[in-house]
């Protein structure tokens, strides 16, 4: 397992950007897929964006095009940027390992996008 720390969040208007971290208590380097999710009050955690640890990205429909993914396993972190921000894309936002590891669940970090 890994302690996960998430970090970056804010609050910013319709059409701005944001970068989130995700910081590693260990390396994340034999952990083949890591990802960012998301979650609102009343709703699941879903899966926003995936990437492997040969680069590979997969990203959610809802973010596609506007949210990239990114590791640096020398640092043992998972960013997050995320542009052209719409109000429905606030949420605590979490990282994991995909699938997740259920004892591995940071505080997350919120984003608010006001309109």
């Known amino acids: 397992q890994v302690q996960l720390v998430e970090s970056g969040g804010g609050l910013v208007q319709a059409g701005g950007s944001l970068r989130i971290s995700c910081a590693a208590s260990?390396?994340?380097?034999?952990?083949?897929?890591m990802g960012w999710y998301r979650q609102t009050p009343g709703k699941q955690r879903e899966l926003v964006a995936r990437?492997?640890?040969?680069?590979?990205?997969t990203y959610a429909d809802s973010v596609k095009g506007r949210f990239t993914i990114s590791r640096d396993n020398a640092k043992n972190t998972v960013y997050l940027q995320m542009n052209s921000l719409k109000p429905e894309d606030t949420a605590v936002y979490y990282c994991?390992?995909?699938?997740?590891?259920?004892?591995?669940w940071g505080q997350g970090t919120q984003v608010t996008v006001s309109s």
């Open positions: 990437v492997t640890t040969g680069g590979s990205t």
């Open positions: 260990r390396s994340i380097l034999s952990i083949y897929a």
């Open positions: 994991n390992a995909v699938p997740e590891w259920g004892s591995s």
